[in-house]
């Protein structure tokens, strides 16, 4: 019913930029249980962590070690969440997750996207 897919990934070289994407589609009842977004990834050897999220009541909250390079948004009208990062370093290296959800974000997830950082 609800269908979270990411774009934007790549390679990129330590102090570069990228922006990832995640266009949401499904059903009203779907996309309206889509009122937390966040952002995850996954590198090798390493379990799954928040990267940025927007929790329902708007509030925007980033793992230590993003602060300050990365900025989540989203566009409601577009059914589109944004994670821009910036200063990228090779330990930003893994694979990243578009999810959500009505309470946290983790009912609905996307198939990831690569970003690879070379030093």
């Known amino acids: 019913q609800v269908q979270l897919v990411e774009s934007g990934g790549g390679v990129v070289q330590a102090g570069g930029s990228l922006r990832l994407s995640c266009a949401t589609s499904?059903?009203?009842?779907?996309?309206?249980?889509?009122?937390?977004m966040g952002w995850y990834r996954e590198a090798p050897g390493k379990q799954r962590e928040l990267v940025a999220e927007i929790t329902p009541g708007g509030g925007i909250n980033y793992v230590d070690s993003v602060k300050g390079r990365f900025a989540i948004s989203r566009d409601n009208a577009k059914n589109m969440v944004f994670l821009q990062m910036n200063s990228l370093k090779p330990e930003d290296t893994a694979v990243y997750y578009c999810?959500?959800?009505?309470?946290?974000?983790?009912?609905?997830w996307g198939q990831g996207t690569q970003v690879t950082v070379s030093s």
């Open positions: 499904g059903s009203i009842f779907g996309i309206s249980r889509l009122r937390a």
């Open positions: 999810a959500g959800g009505l309470i946290r974000p983790s009912d609905y």
